[in-house]
């Protein structure tokens, strides 16, 4: 599971199938959702005996339906009483900004499958705009870039290192060319490539501009007090995929508003869940929806 599973993508013999059960914010694969929750509650020492009450982050353009297919699967896994929580609100929460304050937050959450933007405000979201573009759909451009472009199969992974390397959403000073490795789709032979930031930022733009469109949707949504409010305290961007360089330059531009890239972008989810659990009682007016086991 996670890291370990990532590192054989592309590497397995036959018999080895490499799954990702979420894809889009959505449960792919009801089976392997359980599975993977209950490898987590093993990991946390949870046992069959000691159930626990389980918070879970999902994407705000979640379905009654979707919801019902994650409470259901944290019930089969184990857990006594399973709440949700809207990732944006989770977000602010780990970020640290005043949520409970009559001010407006605006927090752009970058995931692997769903971007979302929300405006908060008294402990609540105002403005939401939610696109199923994320961090997969920015590798899989890459991959179908170099396929169309060069006649050159690319892994997951190396869609990845490329994205990593000199993937960008706004022109930067310090670029370079990256070699790239992949199988002639011609030939079948294995070939290397030289691809520049220009050429991947081409690749991106699609995905990169659906993410602009909804921090300008949210915003027009905002009502005029709250969006003063932004004027001062800018964007907070959250999520893996917040990391890509120069995407909160590109936002700051199509906003003219200032944009700050979190402190630990990627772990800022999970600590906002962490602190609700910590706060239960206090904060348990923000959850979405629950179910008993």
Not at 115 to 143: N, Y
Not at 253 to 266: F, G, Q, S, Y
Request: hydrophobic letters at 45%.
């Amino acid at each position: 599971m996670g890291h370990e599973a990532w590192q054989m993508i592309g590497r397995t013999p036959g018999y080895i199938v490499a799954v990702r059960p979420l894809r889009g914010g959505a449960i792919t694969d009801f089976e392997i959702t359980q599975r993977m929750i209950r490898l987590l509650f093993q990991r946390a020492g949870v046992s069959r005996l000691y159930r626990a009450r389980v918070l879970i982050c999902v994407p705000s353009a979640i379905t009654h339906v979707e919801q019902r297919a994650v409470l259901e699967a944290a019930r089969r896994a184990g857990a006594a009483a399973t709440y949700l929580i809207e990732q944006p609100m989770a977000a602010a929460i780990g970020a640290g900004l005043p949520i409970h304050e009559p001010l407006g937050n605006l927090v752009v959450d970058v995931g692997g499958g769903t971007t979302e933007v929300a405006v908060i405000s008294l402990g609540g979201i105002v403005a939401l705009e939610a696109v199923r573009v994320g961090s997969f759909d920015i590798d899989a451009a890459i991959q179908s870039y170099v396929r169309r472009e060069y006649g050159i199969a690319i892994g997951e992974r190396t869609a990845e290192e490329i994205k990593l390397a000199i993937g960008s959403a706004f022109p930067l000073e310090d670029e370079f060319k990256a070699e790239v490795r992949g199988r002639d789709l011609m030939t079948g032979l294995p070939k290397t490539i030289i691809l520049s930031p220009d050429e991947v930022r081409d690749a991106v733009e699609e995905h990169v501009r659906a993410i602009c469109d909804a921090v300008i949707r949210a915003l027009a949504q905002t009502p005029p007090e709250l969006a003063q409010d932004l004027i001062l305290q800018g964007i907070h961007l959250v999520g893996g995929g917040s990391m890509l360089r120069g995407l909160d330059r590109r936002i700051a531009e199509e906003t003219a508003l200032p944009v700050h890239l979190v402190d630990a972008p990627l772990e800022c989810v999970v600590l906002g869940a962490g602190r609700c659990l910590e706060s239960f009682d206090r904060l348990k007016e923000m959850f979405m929806g629950r179910a008993q086991a």
